[in-house]
């Protein structure tokens, strides 16, 4: 019987491995939506933590607006940046319009604006039908602008640079610049920052003697963002002792299983969470028949700390 266990927890480790290495939404998906706040100094990202309110607010400013033509003539009678800033984003948002979206970002950027040199490489790596031979930006160019957005406090610049480094697609990995730009996303708030740290490395570097920071950064990440992705990831650490440096722990793997059933419960149209459901379920039915009565209870016990402090944490956000 413990062999079959054995036999079939190797089994569930591979799914948990394929989640964590190559099938990860939030190490994959880039939000296409930034967009910026009603001062140009401050622009807001879907990307981040807390925008909700800011950019709600600036999307009802640019729908209210009367007149978008009038920062059209600022920006080029003027050249008055927010007026650019403006335009430009009224078009990205309202009318959809990416071409004259992105002439009018890049006139911002011209005039000073260098977080909206965000908005000029993403035009560039995900429109890239919109350029020709004589507009087309080379990567390098485009990590430029990046780096530049990065600088004057673009957490979603930040993002894609740490993603650039890390995805063979871009032809510029470099696993350094990667780990660099993480961190610095985690000091923006990018949202998942904690998560893609600890991918970065448990899976690309697979650096057995950073387990301990990985562990904390998953733990960190499940604790700030309730991602799925951070409690499956601990299960398969705690399950799979050769592959990360860690410690054998079925009673941790199980409490981050149930942890992981509960957040994935009320999540709809994800494919990440679609690809991998019931991962979880089979842990939980099948992980008990290898621990005592005692070590079973420990699981349940360490799973409603989980569940409180994730419950504390999201409660002191709201109130913030």
Known sequence: MKNKITGLLAALILSLTCITIGCSASDTVITTEAIGATEPASIVHFDTANPEKEAINFIRFLEET???????????????????????????????????AYGYYKKAFDLGLKQTGFFIAKFQIFNPELFDDDNRLTIDENINYLKQASDAGSPDATRLLMLIYRKPEYNRVDYVQAEYYNKLAIKQNVKYSRYT????????????????DSIELYKDDLLAEKNWESSTALSGIYLN?????????????????YVTRDIRKDIVNDPANEMFENVEDDLIELLPRSLTPDQLEQAKVLYLEITEKMNSQSTSKQST
Do not use: M, W
């Open 197 to 212: 740290l600890a991918f970065l490395y448990t899976h690309h570097l697979k650096d057995k003697s950073k387990i301990d």
């Open 241 to 257: 002792p050769e592959e990360f440096g860690s410690e054998l722990n079925y009673v941790k793997a199980l409490a981050y299983a």
């Open 66 to 100: 009367e007149d978008p033509k009038r920062f059209q003539i600022e920006c080029d009678q003027k050249n008055i940046t927010k007026s650019c800033y403006y335009f430009a984003s009224y078009h990205e948002i309202i009318t959809e319009d990416i071409t004259q």
